[in-house]
T-cell receptor
């Protein structure tokens, strides 16, 4: 069945350092979404990628969708303490009506 | 105004009891979901309704029964609660029904603790 793996599980960085989380699917995805969950909070939508090789930016965040549409990444430049939280990818297969969430990457930023 | 609301926020109960969690969205979305997030933070979809019709029913014990009285509400009833049911349950909604899905809006979650 569909599996969406995410690495790393945890990442501790010093404020100002960069951070990247990777998402890999066992099957080709029709699209992928990224969410952020603050400690004690709920997942909040960040972005959706649909096209092969797509790259989108939101200020210090850069999202990429692989050419084969089986992997994706989220890169944060110069992390800030406000970036703390767990980042989830959620991929949807073709012909299926649901998103499979990755296991999440928990980011801790030390001031 | 809260877009997706859930009640209660916390639920502590004994094994074997029956409990319900309610969810309401005021976004006019036609699709609603229930997710379970365990202690390791894995988010797993349980059910999805589109215009009151069940469209996704994952491998979930039949002790869990969703009910959608209208497209703005999706409730979750759990019978004979077990220790392993302890988790945070999130309700979510999205704008369009599958296969084209927009972003999902999540509720604040209900932390269920079974003693």
């Amino acid at each position: 069945g569909q599996q969406v793996m995410q690495i790393p599980q945890y990442q501790h960085v010093q404020e100002g350092e960069d951070f990247t989380t990777y998402c890999n699917s066992s099957t080709t995805l029709s699209n992928i979404q990224w969410y952020k969950q603050r400690p004690g909070g709920h997942p909040v939508f960040l972005i959706q990628l649909v096209k092969s090789g797509e790259v989108k930016k939101q200020k210090r965040l850069t999202f990429q969708f692989g050419e084969a549409k089986k992997n994706s990444s989220l890169h944060i430049t110069a992390t800030q303490t406000t970036d703390v939280g767990t980042y989830f990818c959620a991929g949807r297969e073709y012909n299926f009506n649901k998103f499979y969430f990755g296991s999440g990457t928990k980011l801790n930023v030390k001031p | 105004d809260t877009a997706v609301s859930q009640t209660p926020k916390y639920l502590v109960t004994q094994m074997g009891n029956d409990k319900s969690i309610k969810c309401e969205q005021n976004l006019g979305h036609d699709t609603m979901y229930w997710y379970k997030q365990d202690s390791k933070k894995f988010l797993k979809i349980m059910f999805s309704y589109n215009n009151k019709e069940l469209i996704i029913n994952e491998t979930v014990p039949n002790r869990f029964s969703p009910k959608s009285p209208d497209k703005a509400h999706l409730n979750l009833h759990i019978n004979s609660l077990e220790l392993g049911d302890s988790a945070v349950y999130f309700c979510a909604s999205s704008q369009r029904s599958p296969p084209t899905q927009n972003e999902q809006f999540f509720g604040p979650g209900t932390r269920l603790t079974v003693l």
